[in-house]
């Protein structure tokens, strides 16, 4: 009998590596939203809004490491994280996306905020950094077992920045996680070298906790576009059918409010405009996000006397 004991120990030993055998899995996401996440609103018509996207700074601890000195580990990251966040964007097809990426850092924060009109052709810089990111493995070795799990979590911060006033109008803070999980009994099972794709994963993620809030801020914004020339009773006015805009859109043309100056911040405030006329659109010239333009008529008030530099249109 105790012969017996030792194959049936191994037919034991044997049917229980079978039992605990779990193939490679793939790599689990978590997204972990602000406690102000808001809902996804309902799908209207609206009018897009031009947004250009910045590029994403990385500050996390890792890039500024020793170790990574001569990689261009930091670089990837921001690359990936200005990819992801345009990616999400266009999938809304709410926006008409201008990405410049570089763009001389904001034309150097718009001169250090002497802001001028026009220096961004977008109504919206959205600037990004990742504020934190880190990576670690951890794992269990038993008897007859050995488990590993990688893990990436990441942090990332999104502003939105007010071209016309270069004032930041929108923060947020994200964060995400993702991780992979590998398992072996008796050397079977799966085994795995550190996953290259969980950092993207876990920026991707953070990204997508905050996406909602962002897209929200967006489009609670009235529209704007501006007077780029009236002739007797023709208003042109930037933007076209790639902005939604439609003949018989009915807008409201305002006088650019008195631009002062905050002592506390040394910033420029532009004062709320006022109201002068309303206007229908006839007709639309085609070209690009850039250079497509409507032609409109006044159907209220009027426009003599006033610069068009001095004009913007909007929806509310």
Not at 74 to 100: G, M, V, Y
Not at 101 to 129: C, F, M, R, V, W
Not at 134 to 155: I, P
Not at 171 to 200: I, K, N, Q
Request: aromatic share 6%.
């Amino acid at each position: 009998m105790r012969y017996i004991a030792i194959p049936t120990l191994l037919l034991a030993i044997l049917l229980a590596a079978c039992a605990g055998f779990r193939p490679e899995k793939e790599a689990t996401v978590l997204a972990i939203p602000p406690e102000n996440a808001q809902p996804k609103q309902e799908e209207t018509y609206t009018l897009k809004r031009k947004v250009a996207i910045g590029r994403f700074t990385n500050d996390s601890r890792l890039a500024t490491s020793f170790l990574n000195e001569g990689s261009d580990t930091a670089e990837r990251l921001s690359r990936a994280a200005n990819d992801i966040l345009s990616a999400k964007l266009a999938a809304t097809n709410r926006f008409l996306l201008i990405e410049r990426a570089d763009l001389q850092a904001l034309e150097n924060e718009q001169d250090y905020a002497q802001i001028t009109s026009h220096k961004i052709p977008a109504d919206y810089l959205i600037l990004g950094s990742i504020s934190e990111f880190g990576r670690n493995t951890t794992g269990n070795v038993g008897l007859v077992d050995r488990s590993k799990k990688q893990t990436a979590h990441a942090k990332v911060t999104l502003r939105i920045v007010d071209t016309r006033t270069g004032q930041v109008i929108f923060g947020e803070e994200g964060r995400g996680e993702a991780y992979s999980e590998t398992a072996s009994v008796l050397g079977m099972g799966s085994t795995a070298s550190y996953d290259d794709t969980l950092p993207d994963k876990a920026i991707d993620a953070a990204i997508s906790a905050v996406i909602q809030n962002l897209i929200n801020k967006l489009n609670n914004d009235p529209w704007k576009s501006y007077v780029l020339n009236v002739e007797q009773d023709k208003v042109f006015i930037s933007g076209g059918a790639l902005q939604g805009i439609k003949p018989g859109d009915v807008f409201n043309v305002y006088k650019r409010g008195k631009t002062v100056v905050n002592p506390q911040s040394s910033l420029p405030i532009e004062l709320p405009g006022e109201k002068i006329a309303q206007i229908s659109v006839v007709q639309m010239i085609q070209g690009t996000e850039l250079t497509e333009l409507s032609i409109a008529k006044i159907i209220e008030g009027s426009l003599d006397g006033v610069d068009s530099k001095e004009l913007y249109v909007s929806d509310k």
